[in-house]
């Protein structure tokens, strides 16, 4: 396959916004990288986050992809499962951060770090995989973040599991909201979750037990109630409030947790306020781009190589060419987000954006770059 000099790629400009220009494509290291063409992408909110917010001019914009392998490095037929020049893979990189953002013609990752698509299923919806199902992976099964049990992949998903604990995931409706649901339904786990009341059917079609209104004062009351045990929980939204929500809604004996601690998992920087809520409930942060395996700053936190290399390996059993995420599509035990195909390609990334923006309900954007 001829790869071209040069690409076009949505590249952060002044002013905090983004332009489609064209770049050098980027040359992957022989000995560690594979390059990925890309065919589809999709949208997560830390995109539009890190071209207003954080990035500087000259970064490539975007994390989540679906792409054709081109090379491979040469260590890589002994050391990776099943992947071979022309597989079909998704991933996630650091986009509006790094030199190789995913909404651009090629991007170069290390091999581990693919996930092998399946036959069965769209690239359109294997990019769904990156932000959303990699947070959710990391979130849920990370022996420092909720620690559930690994899903085993069978032909059907496995009945719930009525000596596993209850699993709260608060914004079910959510990109990574969906994935939780469906991985940790997938592992046995018994799931209750809050959406808007248009999406309750959508929530427990992906697995969930029980759905409430988030807008509903009286459901975390309602919840904690119902689930007296109920000490683990991922906040798919944590902002606005929602993670002192989410402390409110477990259960008021978690003797049977491990230190008799609960534990809730959110997306970004825990609030004091929730924080002071319980003694008995420690609130954790993750960050996916950890899982990547390279040392970096986020704001104010650093994350170091004895970090990021332990969180890279937590996380590997899921990517690896053909790990979990590749047998869980296969098996047909996850359908990651539900999609809206959109028009434009790398040009209409930007429309994307103000959509997000304005605000979307159980939907994810995803953009054609390449056939």
């Known amino acids: 396959m001829s790869v071209p000099a040069a690409m076009q790629a949505l590249v952060t400009a002044d002013v905090h916004t983004a332009k489609v220009d064209l770049v050098d494509t980027p040359k992957p290291d022989p000995s560690s990288q594979a390059l990925i063409k890309i065919l589809s992408v999709t949208l997560n909110p830390t995109d539009w986050k890190h071209v207003e917010f954080i990035s500087p001019p000259g970064k490539v914009v975007g994390c989540d992809f679906a792409g054709q392998i081109v090379s491979l490095p040469s260590s890589s037929k002994a050391k990776y499962h099943n992947l071979s020049v022309g597989d079909r893979v998704a991933g996630f990189v650091h986009g509006s951060f790094s030199d190789h953002g995913s909404f651009a013609e090629y991007l170069t990752l290390e091999p581990e770090l693919l996930v092998k698509v399946p036959e069965n299923v769209s690239s359109e919806v294997a990019a769904s995989v990156g932000i959303g199902g990699s947070t959710a992976a990391q979130a849920l099964f990370d022996p420092s973040r909720l620690g ?17 604990p209850p699993v709260l995931i608060w914004s079910g409706s959510s990109s990574v909201g969906q994935w939780a649901i469906q991985l940790a339904r997938a592992a046995g786990y018994y799931v209750i979750t809050t959406a808007s009341p248009k999406n309750h059917e959508l929530v ?15 459901t975390p009351e309602t919840i904690s109630s119902k689930h007296p045990n109920l000490g683990l929980a991922l906040d798919c939204v944590s902002e606005n409030g929602t993670q002192s929500l989410v402390v409110k809604s477990l259960g008021k004996d978690l003797s049977q947790l491990p230190g008799g601690k609960g534990r809730v998992v959110v997306l970004l920087k825990p609030e004091k306020e929730a924080i002071a809520l319980r003694e008995d409930v420690s609130i954790i942060h993750t960050l996916i781009y950890s899982a990547l395996g390279h040392p970096f700053k986020y704001g104010r936190s650093e994350y170091s190589e004895e970090q ?22 296969a098996k047909g035990l996850v359908e990651g987000n539900k999609i809206v195909l959109c028009e434009g390609g790398l040009h209409g ?3 994307g ?10 939907e994810k954007l995803a953009y054609t770059i390449s056939v």
Do not use: H, M, W
């Open 148 to 164: 559930l049990n690994l899903p085993k992949p069978a032909d059907t998903l496995p009945e719930i599991n009525s000596s596993l």
């Open 204 to 218: 427990k079609s992906l697995g969930a037990s029980e759905a409430y209104d988030y807008r509903d004062e009286k």
């Open 308 to 329: 990021v290399s332990e969180d890279k390996r937590n996380l590997a059993p899921f990517f690896s060419g053909d790990g979990l995420f590749t047998a869980l599509f």
């Open 349 to 351: 990334i930007l429309d």
């Open 353 to 362: 954006f103000k959509r997000q923006k304005a605000g979307l309900s159980a």
